[in-house]
């Protein structure tokens, strides 16, 4: 599963909808093995794309779970028309983390009722027991 | 100001072939096409746009046509052929235009063939009131002007041999089938599939006929092995893919989907699998998703299931059960029961789904398989914010299934409803097994 992804899931149990705990899940980073898929190739445009939809702050708190504390806590703003050497080496970043950064093993809880979700070759698995379903 | 243009079609699936010319259309803002002239029972599609660049952005993706031609003229025989090209108010402009370019000529026919009866060398010759000047170039040339014979079948099957008619002009823009989508999607060289696989051809027509935008996000909710994710790739989407049988989605060793898009050279448009029950969605409520394109489960090659107990009473306290000191809904490799579901009430929820998720007119694209008896009404699924766009239909000899196409019209739109009602009174799996008697 991308990292990209994480920004996308939530948690599957309908009664965590009415909290604002759900999202994003909780990673357990010493659960987690990454793997950077090198043959992704960069993408500027369609990266730019994809920043316009992601959850800033869900992406730090993700990237926080599986160590990584370095980015800033607002979203980067790029003018697509112009873009500077200083905002592709941004981008080239984002595109790393986003992207190419596969978490092939890994365990996920939600924070609202800790329902835990693993990862197993590289597919998340957001099924739920009977009891939550 | 428009010029004609001539569009060349192929004769199939012609129950989904205007549904992708006007998808395509409205897609690309191509606004001057008299969709009223458009004839079934011909391949052939006389249109006014504004310019090439339209011409070329409306037909680039197109699998049901074979390419546009700019409209130099037409007759039922060659000498009636050049008088209406000399006759086209045009022709002193385009012959001005294209004087000085390379070109080639070439040669395409629908219905028949002159089975080597045309003498093509002596036709070319017949055109020199064109006066080209420019150097005849049999690769990449400036220009391709083409010759169209229109042949009348002998019968369905056996191709005739007089031409009815003759089109010329000048090519634009050849269709995303005749730039080969079919041989590179075609099923028997994908190195994931199964099954449920859906073939290349009505798949990409579908992310047509669902709009599919490049750039955009396109879910499939029931991927199995991912043939619509491919298709919405392929016109340049961020597809995401989810279902409940994560053995379909996970495929076999090299065999998986993510080794489908390596082969495309479209990795990069892939996001990802999940396992998950698309009852229990797991996107969060704010991702935009803008198209929806799926061929939900039947009951044939595949249940339909969701999460929870068949037997609740059976899985009373089963939370409980621990194992190794913890619960054993919570270990690794637990996998949970599933109870059967129905078609009617999974399509509600598809539709309530697409209502909620989609941007105002975005598309939902689905697959419905429906028996052919003439005593049981099909009655499609109906949403009160979703506009039913297209119902296109393709026979097999005792059932057929449909492509269903709404677009997203918001809550002003009140349409009709039937959500909650037994719409399907015979199951189809039923019906399908008993060989539909």
Redesign the interface.
């Known amino acids: ?2 990292f ?2 994480s920004n ?7 009664e965590c ?1 009415r909290s604002n705990e759900n ?1 994003p899940l909780k990673y357990n980073g010493e659960k987690c093995q990454l793997e950077q898929d090198e ?3 960069f ?1 500027p ?2 990266l730019l ?2 920043i316009d ?1 992601v ?1 800033w702050s869900a992406v730090v708190s993700v990237a926080i779970d599986l160590g990584n504390s370095s980015l800033p806590s607002s979203k980067p703003e790029f003018t697509s028309e112009d873009l500077s050497d200083e905002d592709m080496i941004i981008l080239k970043d984002l595109h790393t983390l986003l ?1 190419k950064t596969n978490i092939v093993e890994g ?1 996920m809880s939600c924070r609202n009722c800790g ?2 979700y ?1 990862i ?14 | 100001m428009v010029k004609k243009y001539l569009l060349f079609m192929v004769q199939t699936h012609l129950n989904f072939r205007l549904a992708e010319l006007e998808s395509l259309a409205d897609l690309f803002g191509v606004k001057t096409v008299d969709f009223s002239k458009y004839d079934e029972g011909s391949p052939f599609f006389i249109v006014e746009l504004e310019n090439d660049a339209q011409a070329r952005a409306w037909i680039s993706r197109s699998i049901l046509t074979r390419g546009i031609y700019e409209y130099w003229g037409q007759g039922t025989t060659y000498e009636e052929l050049h008088r209406e090209i000399q006759a086209n108010p045009l022709f002193k402009q385009f012959k001005a235009e294209y004087r000085n370019s390379t070109f080639k000529f070439e040669f395409d026919s629908f219905g028949g063939s002159s089975s080597g009866k045309l003498d093509r060398v002596a036709c070319i010759e017949s055109f020199k009131y064109l006066e080209f000047q420019g150097k005849i170039r049999m690769k990449n040339p400036d220009q391709v002007f083409t010759v169209i014979e229109e042949y009348e079948p002998l019968s369905d099957n056996v191709a005739g041999e007089k031409a009815l008619r003759m089109f010329f002009g000048r090519e634009v823009q050849k269709s995303d089938r005749l730039c080969g989508a079919l041989e590179k999607y075609d099923l028997k060289k994908r190195p994931y599939k199964g099954t449920t696989s859906f073939e290349a051809e009505l798949s990409l027509v579908s992310a047509n006929i669902a709009q599919v935008k490049p ?1 955009t ?1 396109m879910y499939d909710p029931f991927a199995g092995t991912g043939s619509f994710l491919v298709a919405g790739g392929h016109y340049k989407a ?1 597809v ?1 893919g ?1 279902d ?1 049988d ?1 053995r379909m ?2 495929g076999k060793g090299s065999q998986t989907i ?1 080794a489908n898009f ?1 082969r495309y050279g479209e ?2 448009q892939f ?7 698309f009852t ?9 998703i803008d198209t929806i394109l799926c061929d939900p489960p039947y009951g044939i090659r595949e249940s339909i299931k ?4 068949r037997d ?1 009473e059976r ?1 009373v306290g ?2 409980d059960v621990e194992i190794d000191g913890k619960k054993a ?2 270990h ?1 490799d ?1 996998i ?2 599933k109870k059967p579901y129905s078609l009617d009430a999974l399509l509600d929820d598809l539709l309530q789904f697409a209502s909620q998720r989609l941007p105002l007119n975005g598309r939902l694209a689905f697959w419905m398989p429906v028996a052919n008896d003439e005593n049981i009404e099909t009655v499609i699924p109906l949403h009160a914010n979703l506009e039913l766009k297209y119902n296109c239909v393709q026979e097999f000899n005792k059932w057929s299934r449909r492509l269903l196409v709404y677009v997203n019209r918001g809550d002003g739109f009140q349409g009709p409803t039937n959500a909650g009602l037994e719409r399907s009174k015979a199951n189809f799996r039923d019906r399908y097994f008993s060989g539909f008697n």
């Open positions: 599963m991308k990209l992804t996308f899931l939530k948690c599957s149990v309908r909808d999202f043959s992704l190739e993408n445009e369609f794309r994809i939809r959850d992207i365990e329902h835990i693993y197993k070759n590289s597919i998340p698995n957001l099924l739920l027991p009977p009891h939550l379903a | 750039g996000v961020l995401i989810s409940i994560g989605i996970r993510k390596k990795s990069l996001l990802d699998v999940v396992t998950m029950d229990h969605n797991a996107l969060r409520s704010d991702f935009l969701v999460l929870g107990a609740p899985f089963k939370e809904y919570l690794r637990y949970p029961t």
